[in-house]
């Protein structure tokens, strides 16, 4: 498990200000899987998503909470997003403590990844999981909501 980076600290939000780079399969592999047990460890407020620069790398790695387990995802690309928007009122743990902030996301998005096995994937979300996706990628092009 590793520390999650806080709006609280400048040095914090010069790694979370960043835009990831591309991660490599070997180093996206240890990433991924410390986003997943850090995910997992977060228990007040529960994680739905993390990006890599939340725990301090600046690869592009996310894990999202899809049909109840977290997806890592190395170098998502996002595609097809519909024309269709909804407001979403959104938290974030590196923004612990403050008010949720209301943005506009997309209601479906469809991204294509490669898995921690080296397959490369794509999903189509809506709801819930594409607003979180949304947010994620957000972090990876260095945006703090």
């Known amino acids: 498990m590793r520390r999650i980076l806080t709006h609280h600290s400048p040095e914090d939000l010069s790694v979370l200000g960043k835009v990831c780079q591309p991660a490599g399969m070997e180093e996206g592999v240890v990433v991924a899987k410390n986003l997943i047990q850090t995910a997992k460890a977060c228990k007040k ?77 794509t999903l189509k979300l809506r709801g819930q999981e594409s607003i979180c996706l949304q947010h994620e990628v957000d972090h990876l092009n260095g945006i703090l909501i």
């Open 45 to 121: 407020p529960k994680a739905a998503g993390l990006a890599a620069n939340q725990i301090g790398s600046s690869l592009r790695i996310c894990a999202i909470k899809y049909a109840g387990l977290f997806v890592p995802m190395i170098n998502p690309e996002l595609s097809d997003l519909s024309d269709d928007t909804v407001q979403s009122f959104e938290s974030c743990l590196s923004r612990p403590g403050l008010d949720p902030i209301e943005v506009t996301r997309h209601k479906t998005v469809t991204v294509t990844y490669t898995n921690p096995k080296g397959n490369e994937k």
